[in-house]
Each structure stands twice: as C-alpha cells, then as structure tokens.
C-alpha cells in the first residue's frame, strides 16, 4: 500500500476490489458485459482506480460507468445536478443518476448484463449513495440485470445503531429505504437486508471483504481514506455527521464553508460559549464541545463571523452522534427562539428537509421540550435496538 515512515504499511482489510484486482472470478463478471458505479472511492488498497481494474478484465467487457452526487469525479457540491456524459479515456457512457433520473432508464441499462456497486459509504442513512443503490436495485429486477456489490468497510464498525428507523412517506434521497440513522452494516449487508424486502429483488450477490470484523474502526483497516464527498474530508467528519446533518434542515450552518464541516455548527447569533455551558450539563460520554468562532466562505451564512462549537469525539466507541446532535438542536432552539429557524419547504405541499432527514415530524415538533425530545431518544433507542436485531440474518462478518 505504499511508504509509510520508510516501512510498508500492509492493509488489514481486503476489500471487494482488491480481491477482484488479484484475480478472483464471479460468473457475473466473467464472459459478461459490466457497468461500474463508483467514484473516486473506488480504488484498491494500492491505489489503483476501480474504474481501471474493470477496464483490464479479461473476457469481460467495462460498457457503462454510472455516477451518483457529487459526480464521477467527487468534485460537485452537495446538490449539484450533472448530465451524461462520455467517459474521455474509455470512450463509453458515463450516465448521470444525479440529474434528470435518480434511478436508471432501461436505456442506460440495455447495455450491460451485470452492474458492479464500488464506493466507500459512511453508514449512515441521509448519505444519498445508498439511496442511488437501492433505485438502481430495483431498476436491474425490472430490466432483468444482476448487480454485484463490491464491499467495503463500515468506517465506524458494525457492532452501534443509532437513531429511529424511517417512517413510511418520508423516502427520499437522504433517506430512501427504512433503516435507522446509523446502520452498523457495510453497503454489502444493507443492500442484501434491502434487497429482501423490495417487492421485486433483484439477483444480487456480494464479493465480501477478507479480514473486516464488526469491531473493526476504518483506522484499523489500513486502507487509504479518499474522502467521500467534498464535505466529508475526514475520519473526524464522519463520526459525527449522523447528529450534525440534522443541522442542513436548519439556520444554522453545519460547517459547510469552514476546514471543520461537521464537525463546527455554528450561526451570527449563536454565543458559543453558553451553547457549550449547556451541553456539558448532560454529561454524554465520548464527547467535547469547545466554543469556537468561524466565518463560512460559502453556503450558510458565508463572509459573515459566526459562534458556535466545535465537537471533539473524545472516545469513539461510547460517542453517540444522534444523541448529541439532538441535544444541540434543543439547546439551539431553547437559548434562541427568535432566530433559530427550519428551512421552509421548497414548495407548498412538500416535506420540510428536517422531516426527510430525521425520517419523520418528530424532531421537527419535540425538540423544543426537553422531557418530549428525551422520550424521544429512548424511542429511537428502542427502535435501533430492534432493528439491529432485524439485521441478523444478513450479517457477512463476525
């Protein structure tokens, strides 16, 4: 894997692709043409392109490539939709499931007999790649294609759940299937507990890791870290996006703009320091909030000087990034009810976005009373809980 101090880090973990790259054969590959979704966390534990080991298969045939936010690339913004286009080395399609067609047209299907999922999820519900997976699932039941997933670690293990399962009628992007906040699967797993319960699965198979355990953190693994999307730089990052994002259907920024997104929230009118008083008077373990000022370059509140804080993920294995997400909306809401704000839904009829977020009204009506929002926690609680054991029968890993 590379240089490391003058000594040769050796990976841990073997992924889906790596096992690929050294020569391991699956019927559906084999003999097949292949379409390919991935970007640029798709590349082996020595750094090759995904994109590139299909390529040089033998006796198979790469046909189609298949990009979801944020692009082929990995460089578009959150939300910025792109068109198809032709991929300029290979000379094949590259079709857009992030701009006219969220889930893939017979047409974008007709050339392949197998498409082939590689991209580094981060287990967490709003992220929109699984939610890509899903439509393409069921897109290849329709069109009578098979889908080969090539897995990857869960970057923050398999053993914790967290958050409430989605109600049914808030499925969306960032959130399109019912499944709790924080899975504990690798994209592997989920897609086989999701495939299931569709009312037309689709033939899927997985080429599972060798060496990931469920105890497993990403650090342990020894493989590279390409950062998922552009916001999403760190490990630091990904730890507590499942509490943070709540923030995207508020006012106040989540750090987008700043070094620190995820990790610092913060607004003009939030005082950083009592904001941090109060969280500390819950005690939660794993976890430190430390006032600090920031001055967004873009999204929420860009140019302007904002208080707010910084979380410190003091010990990752009791931190719980929901919990804590939660108890900074309600301290938000509570200290500032003149200004904090939800964002308004973008046209009448529709779901505010922290209803889809959260997967339900819930958090948007309770937040503001502490006894409603704690009976809240312990219902999600109860919910992971179930779900985790739901999620048995489709563990790949010890």
């Known amino acids: 894997m590379g240089q490391l101090n003058g000594t040769e880090q050796i990976p841990a973990v073997k992924t889906g692709v790596d096992l690929l790259s050294r020569g391991l054969s699956h019927p559906w590959i084999t003999g097949n043409r292949i379409g390919l979704i991935t970007n640029p966390t798709g590349i082996t534990a020595d750094f090759v392109s995904t994109i590139d080991v299909c390529a040089g298969l033998a006796n198979t045939e790469l046909t189609a490539l298949y990009a979801c936010e944020h692009g082929l690339y990995g460089e578009l913004q959150a939300g910025v939709r792109f068109g198809d286009m032709l991929h300029p080395r290979l000379d094949i399609p590259v079709f857009s499931l992030y701009g006219d067609y969220k889930k893939p047209t017979p047409a974008m299907l007709a050339g392949v007999d197998t498409v082939l999922f590689d991209i580094q999820d981060v287990g967490i519900r709003y992220y929109t790649y699984a939610s ?16 080969l997933i090539l897995d990857r ?10 958050g409430g399962v989605l109600n049914a009628g808030y499925e969306s992007l960032v959130g399109a299937w019912r499944v709790p906040v924080r899975t504990g699967l690798t994209v592997g797993e989920l897609a086989l507990m999701v495939n299931s319960e569709m009312d037309v699965p689709c033939e899927l198979d997985v080429v599972a890791m060798e060496g990931w355990q469920r105890s497993m953190e990403y650090a342990d693994c020894r493989l590279p870290w390409m950062l998922p999307s552009p916001n999403m730089p760190t490990l630091d990052s990904v730890r507590v996006y499942a509490g943070t994002c709540l923030f995207e259907g508020t006012n106040v920024s989540e750090g987008r703009g700043t070094t620190r997104p995820f990790e610092w929230i913060g607004a003009p009118w939030v005082e950083g320091e009592r904001l941090a008083e109060r969280f500390r008077e819950y005690k939660l373990e794993g976890v430190h909030v430390h006032p600090v000022y920031m001055s967004p370059t873009f999204s929420k509140h860009a140019g302007e000087l904002c208080g ?34 939800w964002l308004e839904p973008p046209e009448p009829g529709s779901r505010y976005f922290i209803d889809l977020l959260a997967g339900g009204k819930e958090v948007r009506e309770t937040i503001h009373d502490r006894a409603e929002f704690i009976r809240l926690i312990e219902a999600w609680n109860v919910q992971a809980a179930e779900w985790k054991e739901r999620r048995k029968p489709f563990l790949l890993y010890e």
């Open 132 to 147: 890509t997976l899903f439509h393409m699932m069921d897109a290849c039941a329709g069109a009578g294609k098979r889908m």
């Open 153 to 162: 670690p869960n970057p923050l293990g398999g053993n914790v759940v967290e």
């Open 308 to 341: 707010g804080v910084r979380i410190f993920v003091t010990d990752s294995r009791k931190f719980r990034a929901v919990e804590t997400g939660l108890v900074l909306l309600h301290e938000l809401v509570s200290l500032y009810p003149e200004q904090f704000r």
